[in-house]
């Protein structure tokens, strides 16, 4: 019996569709317009000619607590505060252009926030200073307040960036930052992902390339990634547009895939019942590389913050190029857990600064 005969079975919620047209994009992005560190090459059309250049189909720019002004000055030369302001709109070269923000305290921890469906309205400012007063949970909360979709960003790595755990309540979390690839400051947040998840909250894993510096090109420089490195596709009915909106709605549904221009890994089909699971995956690696299937048991106990593994491997295989591998049907225990998630990970610890990874959003499917 298919997947999604079972789902209309048996009544369950489930975010597993397959097919669709998959569409490619970068939700962290400054420009300098509003951020201050952009070395004032990276302008709006600059970052959309990039774009198109990388395959990109949508960008969300993120400026620092930029759009309608918060950011002080008293240790910026030329205060930018004057971040782009427009509704979302394709450029010339058909890369659709987000304005979002990324509200940036200090020892807080960043929330990148993707605007509603017509972009910001509101009149207000992010509000990210003074020091010490605005924490993650009030960051996130004023993303709320502006109907803007939140992210945790770069929850771990860098101290003065690093999440505070005053709230999980966020909508995504950007499991996956640019700064020097994959990462050990990616494999805490992979884990506190996976620490949301076990919980019960819908968060929807992102990877997003934090550039500054849209001339930069791949594979980038520690803290210096090119635009696009990684990036977050999601999957699109053939019959919709590309517009905002409908990016919007596919991401918060967390059918997703996280890779570089040249890695991919995705479900394009599975059945399931109690006792088994059988998938089929299809994906791309530039060199030797591993796929796995990944199981997240249910915990409640878990502390995101400790950004220990939950995972367990139900499944590996070994591939290199483009592959489409049948898992056969894998018997196991029912165990109350249906969270999967697939991974393609270097046959042996990456280094920062290689690549070769991708990450599929959660495989969420009825309960065994
Ligand atoms: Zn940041
Ligand atoms: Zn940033």
């Known amino acids: 019996m298919v997947a999604v005969a079972m789902i209309g079975t048996l009544g369950c919620t489930s975010n597993l569709e397959f097919g669709g047209t998959w569409i490619s994009g970068d939700v962290h992005v400054h420009s300098s317009t509003g951020s201050n560190d952009t070395d004032g090459i990276s302008f709006e059309p600059d970052i959309a000619a990039a774009a198109a250049g990388a395959g990109l189909g949508f960008v969300v720019l993120t400026d620092h607590s930029n759009a309608t002004g918060s950011m002080h000055c008293e240790d ?19 890369v659709m252009l987000v304005v979002g923000n990324e509200t940036s305290p200090l020892n807080a921890g960043h929330v990148g926030c993707l605007p509603p469906d017509g972009g910001f309205t509101f009149d207000g400012a992010f509000i990210d200073r003074p020091d010490g007063d605005v924490t993650a949970h009030d960051a996130v909360q004023q993303c709320r307040d502006a109907g803007g979709w939140s992210v945790a960003n770069h929850p771990f790595g860098v101290a003065w960036l690093d999440w505070d755990w005053t709230t999980t309540a966020y909508d995504a979390m950007e499991v996956w930052n640019g700064g020097w690839r994959w990462d050990g400051g990616d494999v805490d947040a992979l884990a506190a992902w996976e620490c949301n998840v076990a919980q019960g909250l819908h968060v929807v894993p992102v990877a997003a390339s934090d550039n500054h510096r849209v001339g930069i090109v791949p594979p980038g420089e520690a803290l210096d990634p090119p635009l696009g490195q990684p990036r977050t596709s999601v999957a699109l009915h053939e019959d919709v547009a590309p517009t905002w909106p409908a990016i919007r709605r596919a991401l918060q549904t967390g059918r997703v895939v996280l890779h570089e221009a040249d890695t991919w890994v995705e479900a394009s089909e599975g059945s399931w019942a109690p006792k088994w699971e059988r998938w089929t995956i299809v994906g791309e690696s530039p060199g030797p590389a591993v796929v796995e299937l990944r199981s997240i048991p249910r915990a409640q106990d878990c502390d995101p913050a400790a950004a220990e593994p939950l995972s367990e491997v139900l499944w590996s295989a070994d591939v290199d190029g483009s592959f489409t591998l049948d898992t056969e049907r894998i018997d196991h225990e029912p165990d109350g857990s249906r969270l999967r998630y697939l991974a393609l990970v270097p046959p042996t610890w990456s280094e920062p600064g290689e690549g070769g990874v991708a990450l599929t959003g959660l495989l969420e499917t009825p309960p065994g």
């Not at 971040?83 to 010339?92: K, Q, R």
Request: with cysteine; proline share 21%; aromatic share 6%.
């Open 76 to 94: 910026v030369e030329d205060c930018p505060n004057l971040g782009p302001e427009f509704p979302a709109e394709p450029s010339d070269d058909g």
